[in-house]
């Protein structure tokens, strides 16, 4: 388990994990160069964290995860240069399926480009099954709200509810 802790100006992602079963809570990630939290595995719970100003460097993602079984709840990202919380699954990786991942009460302001967004990579081509995206808020994000798209994805039984993108005027800072 990681919790109370800040990460801050580092020069790749400020967390990143592989493995089952862990618990990223009540942390604050900010000024990393690739990515606040990026973490491969099952069962893995990231929660209430605080990542912001993710914008250095390439990817430049808030969260960014691949797995199953897995819970991004209540955390707050804010002003990350691409996507601020990502799901992707790779054919070609050991987790080609991401089973009853919940994204949910989640807050983001300013993503450069999508919110929150699932499957969206071009390589993306595992089966995403199961996904709940529920009660999360997106404001000002650079382009969709919530996006879920991939060629080569499969989503089965997903639910998402229609969330818009509240982009009334850009996030400050």
């Given amino acids: 388990m990681l919790s109370g802790n800040v990460i801050t100006d580092d020069r790749s992602s400020a967390v990143g994990f592989e493995g089952d079963r862990n618990t990223f809570r009540n942390n604050r990630s900010q000024r990393a160069a690739a990515a606040g939290v990026n973490f491969r595995g ?33 955390n707050q990202t804010s002003r990350t240069l691409n996507q601020a919380i990502r799901l992707n699954v790779f054919e070609n990786e050991t987790a080609s399926t991401a089973h ?64 818009p993108c509240m982009a009334a005027k850009p996030w400050p800072g």
Avoid: H, M, W, Y
């Fill in 100 to 163: 009853r991942t919940t994204v949910v009460g989640n807050v983001v302001r300013g993503a450069g480009t999508v919110g929150i967004a699932i499957s969206t990579d071009f390589e993306g081509s595992g089966t995403i099954d199961g996904t709940v995206i529920s009660g999360n808020a997106v404001i000002a994000a650079g382009a969709d709200g919530i996006q879920v798209v991939s060629p080569g994805a499969t989503l089965k039984r997903t639910s998402s509810p229609a969330i």
């Fill in 42 to 74: 099952r069962g893995n719970q990231i929660t209430r964290n605080v990542v912001t100003d993710i914008p250095a460097f390439a990817p430049g993602f808030g969260i960014d995860f691949s797995g199953g079984d897995d819970r991004i709840a209540g």
